[in-house]
């Protein structure tokens, strides 16, 4: 298996354009969660998935922030308008089954500079 | 509120020295203990700890869990550069993990 896919690995934008992350799990997971990390506050979990439903989207910072699962095999995280304080690498991650019980499998993650 | 402390928060040693990373959690509904390893990119699994007391292990990697401490340590022996990274620990929870800001641990020939 390829494992969990994000693209783009880096992006650069100007202060209040539209950003659109992607994430492709691994096929068969049932669970996506998406993460943001930065020196200052770590991993932060921003929302996930279940069977393509969010369930959890209290990590999600402001409206700015949404995220979709359209299908079992895509996930987009986008950030409109975005701003300098978004800086920072974020995280796709896929499990097949309820967290505790299983292991995250993450992504190589989107580096993103907002300037 | 959920919360994993990781300490120290960063760590210089040379290459053959013994290391020992510290986490201890706060978390409800806690069910298991994950440790990662990050390098230049994602962080590749551990280890998973649900029982107090039992060591698990692999290579010169081990780790242990203390349910009554709240805490567990990960162990790495006989340290090699390969092995400089940000170590990360997370608690379970009933459907997400919660992760510490992470031990960054440089290792020099």
């Known amino acids: 298996d390829a494992g969990v896919i994000q693209s783009p690995r880096h992006e650069v934008t100007e202060m209040g354009q539209e950003v659109t992350l992607r994430c492709k799990p691994i096929?068969?997971?049932?669970?996506l969660f998406w993460y943001r990390q930065t020196m200052m506050r770590g991993l932060e979990l921003l929302i996930y998935?279940?069977?393509?439903?969010?369930?959890?989207d209290s990590g999600m910072p402001e409206d700015r922030f949404s995220a979709k699962m359209p299908n079992a095999s895509f996930s987009t995280l986008k950030i409109q308008p975005s701003e300098p304080r978004d800086s920072a690498v974020y995280f796709c991650?896929?499990?097949?089954?309820?967290?505790?019980?299983?292991?995250?499998?993450f992504g190589a993650g989107t580096r993103l500079s907002v300037l | 509120e959920d919360k994993v402390v990781q300490s120290p928060l960063s760590l210089v040693v040379h290459e053959g020295d013994t290391v020992t990373l510290n986490c201890s959690y706060e978390?409800?509904?806690?069910?298991?203990l994950l440790w990662y390893k990050q390098e230049k990119k994602a962080p590749t699994f551990l280890f998973m700890l649900?029982?107090?007391?039992i060591e698990k292990k692999s290579g010169r990697l081990s780790s242990i869990l203390d349910k009554k401490e709240l805490s567990s340590i990960l162990n790495i022996t006989a340290t090699q550069t390969g092995d400089s990274a940000i170590y990360l620990c997370a608690g379970g929870a009933t459907n997400k993990l919660i992760f510490g800001t992470g031990t960054l641990l440089a290792v020099q020939p």
């Open positions: 096929s068969g997971h049932d669970y």
């Open positions: 978390v409800t509904n806690f069910r298991s």
């Open positions: 998935f279940n069977n393509n439903v969010p369930i959890d």
């Open positions: 649900t029982s107090s007391g």
């Open positions: 991650a896929s499990t097949p089954r309820l967290v505790a019980k299983n292991i995250q499998y």
